[in-house]
């Protein structure tokens, strides 16, 4: 069974930065991607990046120049690093993988997610 765990949140100054990390475990041949989300209250879960095997990269318009995703395959995790953080990124953070596993594909593995709070 694969899992997936998120670390790295906390509350930080807007301007802050903050570095999340999701670490992937069970039975895994190949992560084909993996992603990060975010959720308010109230509002539907999005996108935040997204990052492939080729390392080829997807980012939120209201992230691009402030976030980098990167990921190791060796050790099958990504990390999202947070810079120059404004209130509105405050939110809790999921992270998202396309596994496959020798059971086959497993395409939306979700982490428990993990809370940033940006203070003004």
């Known amino acids: 069974q694969v899992q997936l765990v998120e670390s790295g949140g906390g509350l930080v100054q807007a301007g802050g930065s903050l570095r ?4 992937a475990s069970g039975s895994i041949l190949r992560i084909v991607s993996m992603g990060w989300y975010r959720q308010v209250p109230g509002k539907q879960r999005e996108l935040v990046a997204r990052i492939f095997s080729s390392s080829s990269t997807n980012y939120a318009d209201s992230v691009k120049g402030r976030f980098t995703i990167s990921r190791d395959n060796a050790k099958n995790t990504v990390d999202l690093q947070m810079n120059s953080l404004k209130p509105e990124d405050t939110a809790t953070y999921y992270c998202n ?6 059971d086959g594909r497993y395409p939306l593995v979700w982490g428990q997610g993990t809370l940033v709070t940006v203070s003004s």
């Open 20 to 23: 999340l990390s999701c670490a």
């Open 97 to 102: 993988g396309d596994v496959l596993t020798p």
